[in-house]
T-cell receptor
Framework: GENVEQHPSTLSVQEGDSAVIKCTYSDSASNYFPWYKQELGKRPQLIIDIRSNVGEKKDQRIAVTLNKTAKHFSLHITETQPEDSAVYFC??????????FGKGTLLTVNP | GAGVSQSPSNKVTEKGKDVELRCDPI?????LYWYRQSLGQGLEFLIY????????KSGLPSDRFSAERTGGSVSTLTIQRTQQEDSAVYLCASSGGQGRQPQHFGDGTRLSIL
């Protein structure tokens, strides 16, 4: 079945530095890769997603890259700010409607 | 509505009791999902509804769990004879298409079994 590995499980950076979170997946039919941000006690919120027909997508300080050959995709946050602190989840969707989520990365941005 | 709405936000109940959790999806969204999130864990898929099609119940952990979606809108997740391991946050999400559209989540119901 589908499996998503997410690393690291925790990440601490200084304000202004970049943060990178990586996910690998096993289903070669996967073609949709969203990233969610979840602040403590809040709902997961979609921050960016990418489909398999592109290799990179950017939205201001956030970017996602996809390598379908290697079956991995990454979230890049530049110029991190304290409000970026949260748990980030990657997910993958394949030929069906389901999303399989990674276990999350706790990002802490230190002022 | 403006977003996915879930109720109650918190539920505390005794082991062995039945509970019902409610989800109001975004108006017009045809797809509805239930997930379970245990403390410090990722999201575990439970069940999926799409329009009038038969739901995909493959993620339900036991026959104590069931869900309905009436009129293609509101959904209720029922847990019978609750156990302590059922304690978790139950999240509902909806999307506008055949699951290929982004899923938008509610705030969840935090369920605590004493």
């Amino acid at each position: 079945g589908e499996n998503v590995e997410q690393h690291p499980s925790t990440l601490s950076v200084q304000e202004g530095d970049s943060a990178v979170i990586k996910c690998t997946y096993s289903d070669s039919a996967s073609n949709y890769f969203p990233w969610y941000k979840q602040e403590l006690g809040k709902r997961p919120q979609l921050i960016i997603d990418i489909r398999s027909n592109v290799g990179e997508k950017k939205d201001q300080r956030i970017a996602v890259t996809l390598n379908k050959t290697a079956k991995h995709f990454s979230l890049h946050i530049t110029e991190t700010q304290p409000e970026d602190s949260a748990v980030y989840f990657c997910a993958e969707g394949g030929s069906n409607y389901k999303l399989t989520f990674g276990k999350g990365t706790l990002l802490t941005v230190n002022p | 509505g403006a977003g996915v709405s879930q109720s109650p936000s918190n539920k505390v109940t005794e082991k062995g009791k039945d509970v019902e959790l409610r989800c109001d999806p975004i108006s017009g969204h045809t797809a509805l999902y239930w997930y379970r999130q245990s403390l410090g864990q990722g999201l575990e898929f439970l069940i999926y509804f799409q329009g009038n099609s038969a739901p995909d119940k493959s993620g339900l952990p036991s026959d104590r769990f069931s869900a309905e979606r009436t009129g293609g809108s509101v959904s209720t997740l029922t847990i019978q004879r609750t156990q302590q391991e059922d304690s978790a946050v139950y999240l509902c999400a909806s999307s506008g298409g055949q699951g290929r559209q982004p899923q938008h989540f509610g705030d969840g119901t935090r369920l605590s079994i004493l």
